[in-house]
């Protein structure tokens, strides 16, 4: 069975630092990996997926995620943090060809960015 | 856009009350899940449905059912409700057929059960 693991709960940034949130998955054969945001009292948000192709995906507010076949990671980036940033962010996986299954969510991290 | 609605943001029940959870999505989508939140857990599935009528069990759907009558509409239900049923309730959907898509999800609904 699919799993997502996001190692830790909370990242602390300065404001204009670059920030990442760490992503590792297990699943057979090339997985569909998406990461979405959730800001506090709402619903989860959609910020970018991979499915196939180039590595390096780029998605909504400025945020990417590096795609990692041998390291089986899909890390979250920004080069630039912003105090708006400041949310809780989830990884999540679909396995290959399953159709449009359920996705396994990550335990997600809390993100705080501090000017 | 679409869009996902839950019929509460916040919601007080008391213990063995039944309690409905209604999730109402406008972009036609085959698909509908029900997820919940806890700190430190992440989101953990219930329950999903593929079209109307139809349900599948997810990873913890004991103390839980659904009602798909109408494929815009995804009911949870608590049949008799308990203490450690307090959490936040997320609904979801998707389409289906139309390639590698995301879930969209609603607001969410704080329940809380004393």
């Known amino acids: 069975a699919q799993s997502v693991a996001q190692p830790e709960d909370q990242v602390n940034v300065a404001e204009g630092n670059p920030l990442t949130v760490k992503c590792t998955y297990s699943v057979s054969g090339n997985p569909y990996l998406f990461w979405y945001v959730q800001y506090p009292n709402r619903g989860l948000q959609f910020l970018l997926k991979?499915?196939?192709?180039?590595?390096l995906v780029k998605g909504s507010y400025g945020f990417e995620a590096e795609f990692n076949k041998s390291q089986t990671s899909f890390h979250l980036k920004k080069p630039s943090a912003l105090v708006s940033d400041s949310a809780l962010y989830f990884c999540a996986v679909r396995e290959p060809n399953s159709g449009n299954t359920p996705l396994v969510f990550g335990k997600g991290t809390r993100l705080s960015v501090i000017a | 856009d679409v869009k996902v609605t839950q019929s509460s943001r916040y919601l007080v029940k008391r213990t063995g009350e039944k309690v409905f959870l209604e999730c109402v999505q406008d972009m036609d989508h085959e698909n509908m899940f029900w997820y919940r939140q806890d700190p430190g857990l992440g989101l953990r599935l219930i329950y999903f449905?593929?079209?109307?009528?139809?349900?599948e069990k997810g990873d913890i759907p004991e103390g839980y059912s659904v009602s798909r009558e109408k494929k815009e509409r995804f009911s949870l239900i608590l049949e008799s409700a308990s203490t450690n049923q307090t959490s936040m309730y997320l609904c979801?959907?998707?389409?289906?057929?139309?390639?590698?898509?995301?879930?969209?999800f609603g607001p969410g609904t704080r329940l809380t059960v004393l």
């Open positions: 979801a959907s998707s389409p289906q057929g139309r390639g590698v898509v995301e879930q969209f």
């Open positions: 991979y499915i196939t192709g180039d590595n």
């Open positions: 449905s593929y079209d109307v009528k139809m349900k």
